[in-house]
T-cell receptor, first 114, second 117 residues
């Protein structure tokens, strides 16, 4: 069974640009969650999508958005990039996002904002 | 408030030593789940264990063991006879079962474990 895949693995952007990251969940998983990992703030929950709907959202500005497609693949977008957006962005998939279900993480996309 | 605290930022041990990673959590929910994840240098988080709030039985899996104590809100992780391959960042995480918290894991700051040969 293929794991969670994220593309691209590395990305370099400049301030003010926007970026789109992609996540393909494990086959059969309908929930996709996104996390931001930085040395200062650690791992922080961004949002969760299930059946193409955002069900839960963390405490991030509106520049961070996402969506989910009918095949459960998800994308997240960051507009007007700031230096502080440099981070490892991890996506996780689970069967239905419930607390009981294990979340399987992808390898992450490392975003550097110059 | 929901919070997970891993007070140990970095731990360094010599191979074959036992090491315990501490985790203290805060939640107002009565139903919740606790997790440990391992993050090797490659960056991918690897699931190690899940525990629900109603099951305080300790668990052992090979060289790994976990001690869950609701009375002290702790979920500690012990590696017995550590090996160099255990070197990684370890995260403790909390998931609350109440509606509206789908897909959300609350992570501690992580403990970097270095096992020296």
């Amino acid at each position: 069974k293929a794991g969670v895949t994220q593309t691209p693995r590395y990305l370099i952007k400049t301030r003010g640009q926007q970026v789109t990251l992609s996540c393909s969940p494990i086959s059969g998983h309908r929930s996709v969650s996104w996390y931001q990992q930085t040395p200062g703030q650690g791992l922080q929950f961004l949002f969760e999508y299930f059946s193409e709907t955002q069900r839960n959202k963390g405490n991030f500005p509106g520049r961070f958005s996402g969506r989910q497609f009918s095949n459960s693949r998800s994308e997240m977008n960051v507009s007007t990039l700031e230096l502080g957006d440099s981070a490892l962005y991890l996506c996780a998939s689970s069967l239905d996002g419930g607390a009981l279900n294990e979340q399987f993480f992808g390898p992450g996309t490392r975003l550097t904002v110059l | 408030a929901q919070k997970v605290t891993q007070a140990q930022t970095e731990i360094s041990v010599v191979e074959k030593e036992d090491v315990t990673l501490d985790c203290v959590y805060e939640t107002r929910d009565t139903t919740y789940y606790l997790f440990w994840y391992k993050q090797p240098p490659s960056g991918e988080l690897v699931f190690l264990i899940r525990r629900n709030s109603f099951d305080e039985q300790n668990e052992i899996s090979g060289r790994y063991s976990w001690n869950f104590q609701k009375s002290t809100s702790s979920f500690n992780f012990t590696i017995t006879a550590s090996q160099v391959v255990d070197s990684a960042v370890y995260f403790c995480a909390l998931s609350e079962a109440r509606s509206g918290n789908t897909g959300k894991l609350i992570f501690g700051q992580g403990t970097t474990l270095q096992v020296k040969p």
